[in-house]
């Protein structure tokens, strides 16, 4: 059974602090993505991962094959960051997601 | 990239009763997928649709409740049938480009009184 654990469980931050937000899994896969979750409950791809680390304005997102981890890294957080974060690993052949729980976290002014 | 439009956003209906959510994408896409999230929980995949045969379904998912669409390339229904309170769920339709990237739909945030 492959389980994707992401940490912490909730988390409130204060407008521009550096947020961190993790995820780990349990067996080999291909690629792994970060997700958005508003309120309304419509999901935005964030990133998608099979090694390294990527950047798109604010965000980075790192992965370690190796030790099944991955972060999600906000700088200069902001309100409209608030929103769930998912983590989804993908394994298979037919390319299969498997979802974390998610993070809620609330940026506050 | 693939845009999809996901209706209804958000439903309250009668238990005993049926909702059909459609999703359509802008782009023809082999493979559409469709999950369910429960309060406080993770996405489930509920089947992946299959353009020209019938969709494939995960264990605890059946036809009977949950009959799916897909008439063509870019278009995809799922009817919740029957619904209980425990259908109470948000509902995703999604599309990946050979495993490369995924798209979501808006979701449809049912509640079932």
């Known amino acids: 059974k492959n389980e994707v654990e992401q940490s912490p469980q909730n988390l409130t931050a204060q407008e521009g602090e550096f947020i961190t937000i993790n995820c780990s899994y349990s067996?080999?896969?291909?690629?792994l993505h970060w997700l958005q979750q508003h309120p309304g409950g419509g999901i935005v791809s964030l990133f998608m991962l099979s090694s390294g680390k990527k950047k798109h304005g604010r965000l980075i997102a790192t992965i370690n094959i190796q030790e099944k981890h991955s972060s999600l890294h906000i700088t200069a957080s902001h309100p409209r960051d608030s929103a769930v974060y998912i983590c989804?690993?993908?394994?298979?052949?037919?390319?299969?997601?498997?979802f974390g729980k998610g993070i809620t976290l609330s940026v506050r002014p | 990239s693939a845009v999809i439009s996901q209706k209804p956003s958000r439903d309250i209906c009668q238990r005993g009763t049926s909702l059909t959510i459609q999703c359509q994408v802008d782009?023809?896409?082999?493979?559409m997928f469709w999950y369910r999230q429960q309060p406080g929980q993770s996405l489930t995949l509920i089947a992946t649709a299959n353009q020209g045969s019938e969709a494939t379904y995960e264990s605890g998912f059946v036809i009977d409740k949950f009959p799916i669409s897909r008439p063509n390339l870019t278009f995809s229904t799922l009817t919740v049938s029957n619904m209980s309170p425990e259908d109470s769920s948000i509902y995703l339709c999604s599309v990946d480009e050979g495993g490369t990237e995924a798209f979501f739909g808006q979701g449809t945030r049912l509640t079932v009184v």
């Open positions: 989804a690993v993908v394994t298979g052949a037919n390319s299969k997601l498997t």
């Open positions: 067996v080999g896969i291909s690629a």
């Open positions: 782009s023809q896409v082999t493979m």
